[in-house]
């Protein structure tokens, strides 16, 4: 069993940069990938981007590719989302989310999530 907890939400101006964090506890976390998911109002859960389980390799969606990186550290049980050049499109509960395969989009390949973290970014 693993726990996830993302913090670091808020609101933020169009532009501006955020960082959030995916803290895990339970089970050994650097041998589960992690991933990251947004959900807008009214709209599904989508996919944002994947880590592999030492952190060597990444996976974006191309709605955030050069503006979002995710990092680990296993040290510290803990996975990051950095937010840069946010838009108001931006704007949604993010989840991070820890699985066994890579790289993996589909949010059912997931064994554990997280509460989630809401972001708004405000125009």
């Known amino acids: 069993q693993v726990q996830l907890v993302e913090t670091g939400g808020g609101l933020v101006q169009s532009g501006g940069s955020l960082r959030l964090s995916c803290a895990a506890s339970?089970?050994?976390?650097?041998?589960?990938?992690v991933g990251w998911f947004r959900q807008a109002p009214g709209k599904e859960r989508d996919f944002v981007g994947t880590?592999?389980?030492?952190?060597?390799?990444?996976y974006y969606a191309d709605s955030v590719k050069g503006r979002f990186t995710i990092s680990r550290d296993n040290a510290k049980n803990t996975a990051y989302l950095q937010m840069n050049s946010l838009t108001p499109e931006d704007t949604a509960v993010y989840y991070c989310?820890?699985?066994?395969?890579?790289?993996?989009?589909?949010?059912?390949?997931?064994?554990?999530w997280g509460q989630g973290t809401q972001v708004t970014v405000s125009s």
């Open positions: 989310a820890a699985g066994i395969s890579y790289p993996v989009w589909l949010e059912s390949l997931y064994h554990y």
């Open positions: 880590i592999t389980m030492s952190g060597d390799d990444t």
């Open positions: 339970g089970r050994t976390f650097s041998t589960y990938t």
